[in-house]
């Protein structure tokens, strides 16, 4: 049974740092692109990062690009996004998503994972 538990949210001030994990079960987070969507309140869910599975190259939007970094770890077969110098407008529920293929990189994130809320406010 595929499943990804999502983990590290939390209310930080502006300018402060969180790291989510997404750990997953059921299948290999080697194997597939494997990334980050967030829905803030009241707008439409937006895409974040992605990591490919074969030589972990990440796929960042612009609006986080600089601040945000997505990693892998193997061998606890969990992926992080570290998440620096953040703003109000980060805040939002931040979801595991995976290619419904293994070796994809990135191209069909169609199998969602539960989501972890970040607050950003003073």
């Known amino acids: 049974q595929v499943q990804f538990e999502a983990s590290g949210g939390g209310w930080v001030q502006p300018g402060g740092s969180l790291r989510l994990s997404c750990t997953a079960s059921?299948?290999?987070?080697?194997?597939?692109?494997v990334g980050w969507f967030r829905q803030a309140p009241g707008k439409e869910r937006e895409a974040v990062v992605c990591?490919?599975?074969?030589?972990?190259?990440?796929f960042y939007e612009d609006y986080v690009k600089g601040r945000f970094t997505i990693s892998r770890d193997n061998t606890k077969n969990t992926v992080y996004l570290q998440m620096n110098s953040l703003k109000p407008e980060d805040t939002a529920i931040y979801y595991c998503v995976r290619d419904d293929v293994p070796q994809h990189d990135c191209g069909r994130l169609q199998v969602w994972g539960q989501g972890t809320p970040v607050t950003v406010s003073s």
């Open positions: 059921g299948f290999t987070v080697a194997d597939y692109g």
């Open positions: 990591i490919s599975p074969a030589d972990g190259r990440a």
